[in-house]
């Protein structure tokens, strides 16, 4: 694949719907001249993107919470930038920003509310803790355990998609607050050796070796108070088997329905425990929480500083490896946050 050249603008588009697991056969790899803001736009140069299971979604042609990406165009990726060109007041060129981008090395964009100058917390950190420790996936974390899931203190919490980037965080802010037991559940030996290990969670289960029902029942023989799920399937149907009176479920997302379609996929089998146990199943959605997001940060920003909240990212090198990395969070090639490293700033 050739690199990029000053007058040259490399994009992936999308080349045709995945009919299952997204791969690079589903994009075209494709070389323009470099794009010119008009009046009120910028010109950025692509730095990093956050790499996302929602993306998957936004392939259906039917779409979701926002509009599908149209074929021909330009994958959509949040990411964080750099202004190479800028007719818009309050933008100028070396500005870093963060926002809504596209898998291309240069992006033409108009500022407005999905494009904000990189925030203040995270601007003396990495670059790529924008989308790691202080990116939506820790807001998601927070939210669905403490609010959606109201984890109290002294409670035994379980979760699934434990390794990877909100499943990470949803541990250990439960041990921060006070968690009697945090068991998280992950694809594959060494993840579960990073959770126990480096995690801070107090034991893990190998989904993929072990039968998970009766390995929580040994690691919780009273049952867990809260269980965020970040996968449904086996690890839901084997966790309702193992809940507490008054327990919380929470839905945070299904990922091993592989995201490709939004129809009828598997429901819980063993969802008539919620009666026995007088239990919550509830879902949400980060974004519903937005007008929290200060006040949450705030908090995480501090548990940053004084290293209670650990930072694990995966990053993929090169532009040219992004459809590869968006596969990767469907067959676990990410420990941590999964972000795509495209260039460093000038
Ligand atoms: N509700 C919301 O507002 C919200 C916001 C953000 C994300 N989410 C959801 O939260 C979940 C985690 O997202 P994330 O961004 O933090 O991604 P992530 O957990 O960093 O990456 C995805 C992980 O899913 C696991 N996985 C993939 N296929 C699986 C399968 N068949 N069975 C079990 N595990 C599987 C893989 O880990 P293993 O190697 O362990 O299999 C992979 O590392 C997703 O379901 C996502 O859709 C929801």
């Known amino acids: ?9 490399r994009s992936w588009t999308l080349k045709e719907r995945p009919p299952g697991l997204v791969g690079p056969e589903h994009f075209n790899w494709v070389t323009s001249p470099m794009p010119e803001p008009g009046p009120g736009q910028i010109l950025v140069k692509s730095l990093y993107f956050s790499c996302d299971p929602t993306q998957r979604g936004w392939l259906h042609a039917e779409g979701g919470y926002i509009a599908p990406v149209a074929i021909g165009e330009a994958m959509r990726a949040g990411g964080v930038g750099q202004v190479v060109a ?84 949803v541990g250990q802010i439960a041990k921060i607050k006070g968690a009697s037991k945090v068991i998280g559940i992950a694809g594959g030996a060494e993840k579960c050796r990073w959770l126990v290990e480096e995690g801070g969670f107090d034991a893990a289960i190998d989904y993929k070796t072990d039968d998970i029902a ?60 919620l009666i026995l146990h007088g239990a919550a199943m509830k879902g949400f959605l980060v974004l519903h929480f937005m007008a929290e997001f200060g006040k949450a940060m705030a908090e995480i920003g501090q548990w940053v500083r004084e290293g209670k909240l650990k930072v694990k990212e995966t990053v993929v090198e090169g532009l040219e490896n992004a459809p590869a990395a968006l596969q990767g969070l469907f067959t676990g090639k990410n420990l941590g946050k999964m972000i795509i490293k495209v260039a460093d700033p000038l």
Request: hydrophobic fraction near 40%; aromatic fraction near 10%.
């Open 1 to 9: 694949m050739a690199a990029s050249t000053h007058n040259q603008n």
């Open 86 to 169: 800028s007719n818009a007041p309050g933008f100028e060129p070396g500005d870093l920003i963060q926002g809504t981008l596209a898998w291309s090395d240069f992006v033409v964009v108009t500022p407005g509310a999905g494009l904000t100058p990189v925030t203040k917390v995270s601007k003396d950190y990495p670059l790529t803790w924008n989308f790691s420790v202080f990116g939506l996936t820790t807001l998601t974390a927070y939210f669905g355990l403490l609010h959606t899931g109201e984890m109290k203190a002294g409670d035994v919490v379980l979760v699934s998609g434990a390794a990877g980037a909100t499943g990470s965080v």
């Open 214 to 273: 009766l390995k929580i029942k040994e690691h919780a023989p009273q049952g867990v108070d809260v269980f965020f799920d970040n996968v449904g399937g086996d690890c839901l149907d084997a966790a309702l088997m193992n809940l507490k009176a008054g327990s919380r479920v929470v839905i945070c997302g299904g990922i091993s329905t592989g995201y490709a379609s939004w129809s009828a996929p598997e429901g819980p089998k063993n969802y008539m425990n």
